[in-house]
């Protein structure tokens, strides 16, 4: 089933120059880029992104650490991409992250773990909705 997810590269990914790496891995996995950007978030924008945690202990540092530098949001689409993605993300924890995943390879710890990935089809609408309008968004013709 065609799926589309939401990817971010994190800051600190973004800052130790990966995001070539790590697109050239879901590039291998099939996963096809359907819309790109980078933004620096502010306060306010990753607090509504991040709404769902806003009870979680950890919220507030997560919030501090996402508006530390720029991020490149991606909307990728693949045959179950929603898993897909997940499966290359590998673990929140880059501890518990199989080798080879980009968590186990460029995460430091659970808070500046490189990279976000939606975790259900719901999720990855309105995520992808919440940074990409629908011109945004491009059919991958070839
Ligand atoms: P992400 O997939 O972006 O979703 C929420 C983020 O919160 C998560 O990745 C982690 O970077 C961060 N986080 C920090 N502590 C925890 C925790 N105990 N459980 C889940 N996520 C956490």
Do not use: C, W
């Not at 808070?111 to 491009?138: Q, T, Y």
């Amino acid at each position: 089933m065609t799926e589309r997810t939401l990817s971010i590269i994190k800051p600190d990914a973004v800052g130790n120059n990966h995001i070539g790496e790590i697109i050239a891995r879901l590039e291998k996995k099939g996963l096809k880029v359907v819309g790109a950007k980078m933004v620096h978030l502010n306060e306010q924008k990753a607090q509504q992104f991040y709404e769902v945690h806003k009870e979680r202990p950890f919220f507030k540092d997560l919030v501090s650490f996402m508006i530390t530098g720029p991020v490149m949001v991606m909307a990728l689409e693949g045959n179950n991409a929603i898993k897909e993605y997940r499966d290359v993300m590998g673990a929140t924890n880059p501890k518990d992250a199989a080798s080879g995943t980009i968590r186990a390879d460029f995460a430091t710890s659970i808070d500046e773990n490189a990279v976000h990935g939606s975790d259900s089809k719901e999720n990855a609408e309105k995520e992808i909705s919440f940074f990409f309008k629908p011109e945004e968004l491009l059919s991958r013709t070839r």
